[in-house]
């Protein structure tokens, strides 16, 4: 799946988890939302080569920041 | 480096700090939801399962390491070796990951068991080692 799809649905998750913490009697209004999210979960797909790479150079430049300790 | 500008790192590190603290619980649930779910027709679950830890295993490395830097100071020796140790540790079990779900794709690999245990296993280790001294907990409510 798409790494922006995932933090797109995170994003949508934190949403919808500070709302029902404020009104949990939004639990019914808010679950078509859920099973809305549902079918987009259902199709994980691998990644296309574009993907990969650009996986691979946001892992890489992760690294890069942590290569030394601590000063 | 000067000391406002030194401040300000320190700032946009706690800052980040709070908003992945804040992010995590949900990008995990995400994660979750995902994993649970079927795959598209025709997808190997192995590489599918494996590109997605490839690619939350970064964010959660990036968060850890950023919590670790910017609390160094405060860490006991103890503490300070074990971070160290992921720190030197993940990238090359990343990239032997990586390599490994290249070859399994090719059909040279039967299996990647070992290379994604690792994995997995730096990944959580950093992810109760940060909530073990006080850092985010990534299992629900922020600090």
């Known amino acids: 799946m ?9 994003q949508a998750i934190d ?3 500070k709302a029902l913490v404020k009104d949990p009697k939004l639990v019914p209004a808010l679950s078509p939302i859920v099973a809305g999210m549902i079918p987009a979960l259902s199709q994980s797909a691998g990644e296309t080569p574009e993907q990969t790479e650009a996986r691979r150079t946001a892992a890489e430049a992760v ?9 | 480096m000067s000391t406002a500008s030194s401040a300000s790192g320190r700032s946009l590190l706690h800052r980040r700090g709070a908003l992945l603290s804040r992010a995590l619980p949900a990008i995990f649930l ?13 997808e190997d679950p192995v590489v599918v ?10 964010p959660v490395y990036d968060s850890g390491m950023a919590w670790y830097f910017a609390n160094a100071e405060r860490l ?7 971070f160290e140790r992921v720190r030197v ?22 299996e990647l068991m070992n290379e994604f245990a ?26």
């Open chain 2, 49 to 58: 399962r494996t590109e997605q830890l490839l690619t939350m295993a970064t």
């Open chain 2, 89 to 110: 540790g993940f990238p090359p079990a990343y990239r032997s990951l990586d390599s490994a779900l290249q070859l399994y794709k090719a059909g040279k690999r039967k």
């Open chain 1, 63 to 71: 690294f890069a920041k942590y290569a030394l300790p601590p000063a």
């Open chain 2, 76 to 82: 006991s020796p103890g503490a300070r070796e074990v």
């Open chain 1, 15 to 17: 949403i919808l988890i």
């Open chain 1, 2 to 10: 798409n790494p922006a799809l995932i933090v797109q649905i995170a």
């Open chain 2, 30 to 42: 995400a994660l979750a939801l995902v994993g649970c779910a079927t795959l598209a027709p025709g």
């Open chain 2, 118 to 143: 690792e994995v997995q296993r730096l990944v959580e280790q950093l992810l109760s080692l940060v909530k073990a001294l006080g850092g985010p907990d990534l299992a629900g409510g922020a600090k």
